[in-house]
């Protein structure tokens, strides 16, 4: 029988009360393990984005265009969208790693 208002986490067992674990059953110390880890997969697609559009941007000629800080602007929100979805993509792989059996 299990004790009621508290939930078991998934991954480390850990005993924490109903409504604090996440969808997939993890407790807070188990999520907070894989944000740094999936923190370093986003700032690696922001850069590899941000210097692609750089090469872009000296490709294209684009130094000196007169809209250039428009473009720059474009060019660091699209560097911010890609650590957003990098990091929460690599979140989700992460944790589907872990919690597939290990063989
Ligand atoms: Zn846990």
Known sequence: MSTPHVSACSRCAAETPEGKLDPTGWCDACRAELIPRANVWGWV????VALLYLGWMVWAGM???LFMMAWVVLGVGLAFLALKVARRVAFEVLRARAMSPRR
Request: charged fraction near 0%; proline fraction near 0%; aromatic fraction near 14%.
């Open 45 to 48: 697609a922001c850069v590899a």
């Open 63 to 65: 130094f000196g265009h």
